[in-house]
């Protein structure tokens, strides 16, 4: 089984953690996109969000008409609800933003398998990288962060990696944490 597939685990974590959770639970969010396989995935399963984040909610999308008029139906009349088609990886997409409660919601939609969308190896990436790195890692992406960095590039120039800041935390998927630990956190005990 995947980590982060079902959202129970936000209920036993922080404040905003727990926040996020009851807007999941009491939107009926992910109840409505279940045949789409949703996962939560960015900042906020890992602790790194700051004020003004948003929940990120991908889902595996192969009929983007039907998952439109879905959106639409179930939360077009929701505040500041707008839906684009993008291009992505190569894939024709969704991206629908609104907010519920006290949250921003971004729900993006394409056909690849959420287990296999980036947004989620990112943030398996990242998760492992923070338990690597300790609280002295989490501090120094965080205050990259809050200088106005994206998550991906926080990371990045926290490891020293260079190109891509995307592509290059896909790349440390395969190590091991042996590697990574040696590579990136051989003071860290």
Not at 21 to 42: D, M
Not at 43 to 60: A, H, K, M, R, Y
Not at 95 to 117: I, K, L, Y
């Amino acid at each position: 089984m995947f980590p982060f597939q079902h959202v129970e685990y936000l209920q036993h974590g922080t404040a905003v953690q727990q926040s996020a959770y009851h807007i999941l639970l009491n939107s009926n969010l992910l109840h409505v996109l279940r045949p789409y396989q949703p996962l939560l995935v960015g900042t906020v399963p890992i602790g790194l969000q700051l004020p003004g984040s948003d929940l990120d909610i991908i889902c595996e999308v192969h009929d983007l008409g039907a998952f439109e008029s879905l959106l639409r139906q179930y939360f077009g009349h929701y505040p500041d609800f707008s839906l684009r088609r993008i291009q992505r990886q190569g894939h024709a997409c969704i991206v629908a933003a609104f907010t519920t409660g006290s949250w921003p919601v971004e729900v993006f939609g394409q056909p690849v398998p959420s287990t296999q969308q980036h947004g989620y190896r990112h943030l398996l990436i990242e998760h492992r990288l923070l338990m690597l790195g300790g609280d002295a890692f989490r501090a120094q992406v965080q205050a990259r962060r809050a200088a106005g960095l994206k998550t991906e590039p926080a990371f990045a120039i926290s490891l020293g990696l260079v190109g891509d800041p995307y592509a290059a935390l896909l790349a440390l998927e395969a190590c091991s944490d042996a590697e990574l630990r040696a590579r990136y956190f051989r003071n860290t005990v």
